[in-house]
């Protein structure tokens, strides 16, 4: 089944500093949703007592055919290497104990 994935939308809200005003705000939430964007992702980093926070506009879209067998293309490459893995350890452990 097909899922929504996010995409950034390419803007920069230049929020920066210790205030916008809320003018602003309408103006580029308005710009960013006639981009396309329906969500805005705030990533905050702490680094060494150290804030910053950086926001970017994204958008939800369903899955592109090709996007949606690509994942489904890495599901089964990764349960393959799961496998094999599993079954290595399975020998190791048989020739522990089968001694």
Do not use: C
Request: glycine share 6%; no cysteine; hydrophobic share 30%.
């Amino acid at each position: 089944m097909k899922q929504l994935i996010k995409k950034y939308v390419s803007y920069h809200l230049g929020w920066g500093g210790d205030e916008v005003s809320i003018a602003q705000i309408r103006k580029d939430l308005d710009t960013i949703e006639a981009l396309g964007a329906t969500h805005i992702k705030f990533n905050i980093d702490s680094t060494w007592g150290s804030y910053s926070l950086e926001i970017e506009p994204i958008k939800e879209v369903l899955e592109t055919d090709e996007e949606y067998q690509k994942r489904l293309d890495e599901i089964s490459v990764e349960k393959e290497r799961r496998r094999n893995v599993e079954l290595q350890e399975l020998e190791r452990l048989k020739k522990k104990y089968n001694q």
